[in-house]
């Protein structure tokens, strides 16, 4: 059977991956840094990701669940650590038991659970504000996690990305806790904490959007680079005479006849609707906007000005997150974790 390659790619830089990522460990000060490669390695694939990233040293790896756990446990040797960062349901017990990973133990009912069965080594997460998981700050850590073999106690910034004095506090907060509850290490910061300086890094730091090409905070701005490069193949080409809509709702009328190209690519492969009439393609130097409305597989481009590309030849995607996520209304975080499984992922 012949190879199969779909009309559409991520372009997937290595280089700039493992730059980024050298870059966030050089601003940790001496912290070991980590890399969070939950949601299939934020959208790159998390075995693809792992892999480079242990061979250039890393060895601190976070998912959200078991599932994400299992995929990678193959990796997981002798001083490469993989923590589940939901902890334990009584669901995933069996399977926590046996795995090389360890859970995030995030509530009393976790610990309990954990306890009770003669588990190992675990992490433990305490919320010092997001209130989101994590066991309360105000509470006694120190009593619930007393028994337990902890190996790294986090917390999670909830406004790093922002000038907000909210880090500050929590970390003051986590500090003190360091003092009272026992543990082999201590993390805090993820990219954007990161970016904070040295003082937030503690024992290990924890990025993720950084490492893939996102932008955090200002800090970041020509020492992060642009890892993920969407391109979509032209499945047609054709005249569109003045007068005449394009796409849904005719949300575009055109003012003079014009070319367009139309792409096999929408907003089930995670190129959303906000970039309707907004976003742009690029054929080497030349920028083609998009024109009308995205659909669900489908986006026109204006390619007036580029008469020799046609059906089969392929565009790339403006997709710097910084950038596209002003453009369309999205978090970076969504721009990455939601490109889908239609993309071929090809490394340089």
Not at 7 to 35: F, H, I, Q, T, V
Not at 299 to 326: F, I, Q
Request: proline share 4%.
């Amino acid at each position: 059977m012949a190879d199969f390659f779909a009309p559409l790619r991520l372009r997937l830089d290595e280089d700039a991956l493992l730059s980024n990522w050298r870059w966030l460990k050089g601003k940790g000060g001496g912290a070991a840094c980590g890399a969070a490669v939950k949601a299939n390695g934020y959208g790159l694939g998390s075995v693809e990701v792992m892999r480079r990233l242990l061979a250039e040293g890393c060895r601190d790896f976070f998912v959200s669940n078991w599932a994400e756990a299992m995929a990678l446990e193959p990796l997981v040797e002798e001083g490469i650590s993989l923590s589940v960062l939901h902890g334990v349901r009584d669901e995933d017990m069996a399977t926590a038991l046996s795995s090389r990973a360890r859970p995030v133990l995030c509530s009393p009912r976790q610990i309990a659970r954990w306890k009770a069965a003669d588990g190992g080594p675990c992490d433990v997460m305490v919320d010092t504000g997001m209130n989101r998981l994590g066991l309360d700050w105000r509470g006694d850590v120190a009593g619930q996690a007393a028994g337990l073999t902890v190996v790294t106690l986090l917390s999670h910034l909830v406004s790093a990305d922002e000038d907000a004095s909210f880090s500050q506090t929590q970390l003051e907060r986590f500090s003190l806790l360091r003092t009272s509850v026992p543990a082999a290490r201590y993390s805090l910061a993820n990219s954007a904490g990161i970016c904070l300086g040295p003082t937030y890094g503690f024992d290990m730091t924890r990025p993720g959007l950084a490492l893939y090409g996102g932008i955090p905070r200002s800090e970041a701005v020509g020492h992060i680079r642009q890892v993920v490069f969407p391109e979509a193949q032209i499945l047609q080409r054709r005249r569109v005479p003045a007068g005449d809509t394009i796409g849904y709702n005719a949300t575009h009328v055109a003012t003079a006849d014009m070319e367009i190209a139309v792409l096999n690519l929408g907003y089930a492969d995670g190129y959303l609707r906000g970039f309707s009439g907004r976003g742009w393609m690029r054929a080497g130097d030349m920028v083609l906007p998009v024109i009308g409305r995205v659909s669900m597989d489908l986006t026109a481009v204006d390619v007036s000005t580029l008469p020799e590309v046609g059906e089969g030849d392929w565009l790339t995607v403006d997709y710097k997150l910084d950038e596209a996520g002003r453009i369309s209304g999205l978090s970076q975080y969504e721009l990455l974790t939601g490109l889908g499984t239609r993309f071929d992922r090809l490394w340089n």
